[in-house]
């Protein structure tokens, strides 16, 4: 009798693992399906996008680009107009420390004792 046991739990262990794998590859199938279902919504967002640029006329879209070129040019000379006034305001506030004697070499060795 214990021989007819052994088999009927080996067929019912084979089929939790079957159940299991079978609720395992549902669950991938639904993954796999809000991906696509993502993906589909996106690519017609993307779709919409590319038609409204075919519209755009093309000496509109060269006259933007040649203004956001102007601006990167005076970004550019903005930013190291700033840099340079940084170094001269620090140049300048080290200078008055130092004359007014707030500057010193103790608070070298005290902020930076590595500087000496």
């Known amino acids: 009798m214990a021989k007819g046991y052994a088999p009927t739990r080996d067929v019912d262990h084979l089929?939790?693992?079957?159940?299991?794998?079978?609720?395992?590859?549902?669950?991938?199938?639904?993954?796999?399906?809000?991906?696509?279902?993502?993906?589909?919504?996106?690519?017609?967002?993307?779709?919409?996008k590319i038609v409204t640029l075919e519209r755009v006329p093309f000496k509109a879209i060269r006259h933007f680009a040649e203004a956001l070129m102007r601006e990167d040019r005076r970004s550019a000379i903005r930013d190291y107009?700033?840099?340079?006034?940084?170094?001269?305001?620090?140049?300048?506030?080290?200078?008055?420390?130092?004359?007014?004697?707030?500057?010193s070499a103790s608070l070298l060795d005290t902020c930076c004792p590595a500087a000496r």
Request: proline fraction near 0%; charge should be neutral; hydrophobic fraction near 45%.
């Open 15 to 48: 089929m939790l693992e079957i159940a299991s794998l079978v609720r395992q590859r549902e669950s991938n199938v639904a993954s796999y399906e809000s991906k696509l279902a993502d993906l589909g919504r996106r690519e017609n967002e993307q779709k919409e």
């Open 81 to 103: 107009i700033l840099f340079g006034l940084g170094v001269i305001v620090i140049t300048v506030v080290a200078l008055g420390l130092k004359w007014l004697g707030y500057w």
